[in-house]
Structure formats: structure tokens, C-alpha cells
């Protein structure tokens, strides 16, 4: 950047669209630069991948810059004073129990996480974190629950969890008070481009925006609005929630949280007497019809999301619930058969590697993306906006330069394929939907509790 710009503007007000916004604020080279976040919803965005009851925070990684990067934001997650990002309930360092099934995928994701974790527990001098699991009954020891999963793992005793929606809203807040980023709940229908500059944003009601900078950190709908195909898409995820009793959510309150890197289901210690399991997998496309974003003219595919907000009613196909029925028994028996009372498919922004995509486009001046979460972003909350506004001042990280950047090809399919997905590639959430429909669907549900 040459020289300051005089405005920007974020959409999306999600983790990376309002971290940037806190990071652009306190940044004294965008001192005199106007910020202003749009965003479709309303805040918290009730389907915004970044609201929800719980998310992970571990710095268990397979790769050592996601690994250095989230013990980074664990040490504020770790704050826990009334003002600070960890405190009021906002972060709890329950551990985390890392499993996988000996010889499946997700083992060997598993062993490097440790190798990991291990190295940076050692620089931090609590060597004794980690402590590995080696068999199914150590597993099911540390989880305490009478259950377990896989068959081989770890426990990382200092991950944890945090209340996703508690996270968001402290940061929001911070970021009002900080009076220098104005927001706006309107939708963004399209960029407005001068040759190959994007100047602004077209509203839905028709309003044009301009401004010298605009940042897409519009999660799962990015595709919308930019072509992505080949380089990220929205995949949906199922989550099913099971309320509990006031001795359950007691007895259940210290257990770790429980993540099976060979199938991806995973449980989270239970927050106001729900429990959510869910299932981080290569998860369900939604491919709809759009005109090309970039030109304007041809009709493409695109995998975009199809949230409960917008259909009301939507429950997650059954094949997802069949999941995480199976995870619920294995790990937590007691509440084998206790009904799902809410259930979600919940967006998450996939890349072929699981990396972030936190680049200049390539080929429209003017536009800057945010986005690439791949289901693991949440925990970054704290740090993550620093590192954007550096890669918008021309400094991306190092180890992040070749990851972060725009992938010069595009695969056929994008497929995340990190070691951590569960379940089967290349499932779409209409056909899974269909198969079972209307009375058939009733009689399976009922049979099945
Ligand atoms: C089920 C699930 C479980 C996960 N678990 C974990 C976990 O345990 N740990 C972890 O670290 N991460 C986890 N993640 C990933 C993490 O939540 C995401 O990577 C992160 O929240 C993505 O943030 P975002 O800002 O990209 O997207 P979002 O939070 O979705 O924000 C995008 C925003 O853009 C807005 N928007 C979209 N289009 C427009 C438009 N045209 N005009 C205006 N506004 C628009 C939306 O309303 C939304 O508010 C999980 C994700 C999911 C879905």
C-alpha cells in the first residue's frame, strides 16, 4: 500500500470479518481511514458459521504454523478476567481427547498433532499436558464419561472450548467501543468494478457503497460474490443438540472434549444443559445456479449454503443423524438413546488443504478476501485479524505466504483434504435429503428413538 487509504470496507462481520475491523481500528496507519462492516444479518448472524453454543480451541494441529498460530490465540483465550476474552464462561480449558482408529485415516493427523503439541509444551515447560492414550480403556479413563472413541490418541490437557457466540460478542463490543468502525446490517448483492478496479458494493435495495478497499470475509457465501470454483466452496455439517438434566450437565461438566480425527464426530462438554455432537467431515455440497460473479454472463455452479434460517424447519439428513446417533452411544452410553431436539447443518468455507485464503485477488485491484475457514478458524477470534490486516499491508506471515495465498490453479473438486475430515467425500445435501422423504421419514425418525 502506498498510501493511506481513506476508506474500507469489510463484509461479513463474521471471526474474520470483525477481527479485521478490531485490528484495522487500533492500527495507527489506518488512523484516518473510515471503516464500516456490512452484513446481511443481524448480529450475532443467527447462521454465521462463527455463533454457535461451543467451539474447539486446540493448538493440536498437523501442521506447525496452524499449531504456533492457535497457542498464540490460547493465550488469550486463557485470560479470564471479566473484561478479557476468556472470562465469564467465554473459554474453559477442559482438555481435549485426540483419538483416531489404528490403520484409518485420521491417525497419522493424530501422531504429528502430538509431535506438536509435545514440542510446544516443552518450550512452555508443562511437558506434562500430553499425555498419550494407547489404548481404547485409557481413552475411555480420561474421558470419564463410561464411554469412549477409537483406539489410539491423546489427551492435550491444555485445549479446551469456548462459548462461540460469547467470543463473538465480546469482540463486537470491544470493537463499538473502540468508535472507529461504523456497521451496517444491509446485504451486499454485488462488487461494483471500473475495468479490472472493484470500487464498491451494490446493496440489495440497490444503494451503491464505494470505497478504496473492499475485504470479502463473507464465510461460505464468497462464491456469490467472487468465482471461487476450484479454490474453496461452502460445505454444510451436521449438528445435532440433545438436552440433558441439571445432574448430567454436573456430571458431565469437567469431561474433556472428545475429537475422533478417522470419523470426525466429535463432542463438546455441555453448556446451560445441552449437549452438541457433531461431525467435522468432508461434509455436504449444495451446488445452485448463479450467474458467474466475475463476468457477469454465464450461468456456473456453485456450492453455496442452505442454512435453517433461510428454510425453516430444515433438519440434517439421516445418514447425519445416523452419525452422530452412533457417536453419542459409543461416547457418552448413558444418553444413548436420548432425542435430538434441535439439529443444524452448519456452513463451513472449504479449501482444498484446509488453509486460509487471505490474499489480494489476483486479477481485480481494489479486493481483498478473507476467508478459507475449512472448519477450524473460530479459535483464531483473537489473533487472526492482526494477521489479515498485515497480509492488506503486504506482510502475510511467513510460513503462511504460500498457504494464505490465491491458488494459481483450480482443482476439479474441492475436496479438504487435511487428515482431519471424516465421513465421505462428495456427498450433496439435496440428494442426502432425498433419501427420505415425507412418510418415510416419520416412520424411520419414530422407530429410531
Ligand atoms: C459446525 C461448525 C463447527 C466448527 N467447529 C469449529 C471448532 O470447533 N473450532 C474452530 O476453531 N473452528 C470451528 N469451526 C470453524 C469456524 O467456526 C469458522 O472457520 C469461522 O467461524 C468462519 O468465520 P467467517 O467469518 O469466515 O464466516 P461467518 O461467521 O459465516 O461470517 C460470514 C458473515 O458474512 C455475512 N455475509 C455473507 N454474505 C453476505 C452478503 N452478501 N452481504 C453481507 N453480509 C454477508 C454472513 O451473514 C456472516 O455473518 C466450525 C464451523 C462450523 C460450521
Not at 22 to 41: C, G
Not at 93 to 102: I, K
Not at 243 to 267: A, K
Not at 337 to 342: A, E, G, I, V
Request: glycine share 10%; charged share 25%; aromatic share 8%.
Amino acid at each position: 500500500m502506498d498510501s493511506p487509504l481513506s476508506s474500507i470496507l469489510i463484509i461479513g462481520s463474521g471471526v474474520f470479518g470483525l477481527s479485521t475491523a478490531h485490528a484495522l481500528s487500533q492500527r495507527p496507519s489506518f488512523s484516518s481511514t473510515t471503516i464500516t462492516v456490512l452484513d446481511r444479518s443481524p448480529f450475532p448472524s443467527p447462521d454465521g458459521s462463527s455463533i454457535d453454543t461451543s467451539r474447539i480451541i486446540r493448538a493440536d494441529y498437523s501442521d506447525p504454523a496452524y499449531a504456533s498460530l492457535a497457542a498464540a490465540a490460547q493465550e488469550e483465550w486463557r485470560k479470564q478476567g471479566p473484561n478479557d476474552l476468556g472470562g465469564e464462561g467465554r473459554y474453559t480449558e477442559s482438555g481435549l481427547v485426540l483419538v483416531a482408529d489404528r490403520g484409518a485415516p485420521g491417525e497419522h493427523y493424530v501422531r504429528e498433532s502430538q509431535a506438536n503439541v509435545c514440542s510446544l509444551m516443552a518450550t512452555a515447560g508443562d511437558r506434562d499436558a500430553v499425555c498419550e492414550l494407547p489404548t481404547r480403556a485409557s481413552i475411555e479413563e480420561a474421558l470419564g464419561t463410561g464411554g469412549g472413541s477409537g483406539d489410539w490418541g491423546y489427551i492435550n490437557r491444555r485445549s479446551g472450548w469456548a462459548d462461540a457466540e460469547g467470543g463473538m460478542v465480546w469482540l463486537r463490543r470491544k470493537v463499538e467501543l473502540s468508535g472507529r468502525v461504523g456497521f451496517r446490517h444491509v446485504e451486499v448483492e454485488t462488487l461494483i468494478k471500473e475495468g479490472k478496479k472493484v470500487v464498491g458494493v451494490k446493496l440489495a435495495d440497490g444503494e451503491k457503497v464505494r470505497a478504496d478497499l473492499v475485504i470479502l470475509a463473507t464465510g461460505a457465501w464468497t462464491g456469490k460474490l467472487v468465482d471461487l470454483r476450484g479454490r474453496a466452496q461452502a460445505t454444510g455439517q451436521v449438528l445435532a443438540y440433545l438436552p440433558i438434566t441439571e445432574e448430567e450437565q454436573e456430571r458431565f461438566r469437567d469431561m474433556p472434549v472428545l475429537l475422533n480425527m478417522s470419523t470426525g464426530l466429535f463432542i463438546i462438554p455441555p453448556r446451560n444443559r445441552i449437549l452438541k455432537v457433531a461431525r467435522h467431515a468432508y461434509g455436504y455440497a449444495n451446488p445452485v445456479s448463479i450467474q458467474n460473479p466475475d463476468d457477469g454472463e454465464e450461468m456456473v455452479e456453485v456450492s453455496l449454503p442452505r442454512t435453517s434460517w433461510e428454510v425453516k424447519d430444515q433438519w440434517i439428513p439421516r445418514e447425519g443423524e445416523e452419525a452422530c446417533r452412533q457417536a453419542l452411544r459409543e461416547m457418552i452410553p448413558s444418553l444413548a438413546d436420548r432425542k435430538f431436539t434441535q439439529a443444524r447443518i452448519c456452513w463451513y468455507t472449504d479449501t482444498p488443504h484446509g488453509d486460509f485464503l487471505i490474499t489480494y485477488h489476483p486479477a481485480l485491484e481494489g479486493l481483498f478476501v478473507a476467508t478459507g475457514g475449512s472448519g477450524h478458524g473460530y479459535k483464531f477470534l483473537p489473533v487472526i485479524g492482526e494477521r489479515i490486516v498485515d497480509a492488506v499491508e503486504g506482510r502475510c506471515p511467513v510460513e503462511f505466504e504460500g498457504k494464505w495465498a490465491w491458488p494459481r490453479e483450480r482443482v476439479e473438486s474441492v475436496v479438504t483434504e487435511d487428515g482431519s475430515r471424516g465421513g465421505v467425500p462428495g456427498m450433496e445435501l439435496m440428494d442426502e435429503f432425498g433419501r427420505l422423504r415425507g412418510d418415510e421419514c416419520v416412520v424411520q425418525i419414530e422407530r429410531y428413538y
